[in-house]
């Protein structure tokens, strides 16, 4: 990983590391996070049915996007909650505020699955 002096690789290899840390932030998100995985499930069912439903790519764009945006907030909550679990899990006001925050930032995105999906599809049915 780093040289002799702590300095990261740069270039190509730098961005292959990165992309190998990601890749283990999402393995360890699948492993360990049960509301990850049906977030997942539920993008692996809902993405197909956008670019099927979507009119053109702006629309397809939006409905995906939305979709990737709970999967985003979602690794951001757990990263939250991991942090906040290695610390003990003795009860903290603070601890239980942050991991509340969190929450509420993935409930706002699927209220924007909703808001994104509803507002292009509910004009095809009435």
Do not use: T
């Not at 002799?4 to 992309?19: D, I, V, Y």
């Not at 945006?69 to 009860?91: D, F, K, Q, T």
């Not at 942050?98 to 808001?115: E, P, R, T, W």
Request: proline share 5%.
């Amino acid at each position: 990983m780093a040289d002799q002096f702590g300095h990261l690789p740069r270039g190509p290899r730098r961005m292959l590391m990165a992309l190998r840390w990601s890749w283990q932030g999402l393995c360890a998100a699948w492993l360990h996070e049960s509301s990850f995985r049906l977030e997942v499930c539920l993008f692996a069912v809902l993405a197909p049915l956008a670019l099927w439903l979507g009119q053109g790519p702006v629309q397809q764009a939006l409905m995906i996007g939305s979709l990737l945006l709970v999967l985003a907030v979602e690794l951001l909550n757990s990263a939250i909650e991991a942090v906040i679990e290695r610390y003990g899990p003795e009860h903290h006001e603070l601890a239980g505020r942050a991991k509340d925050m969190g929450s509420a930032a993935v409930l706002l995105m699927l209220a924007n699955v909703l808001l994104c999906w509803g507002l292009i599809l509910l004009p095809r049915l009435l």
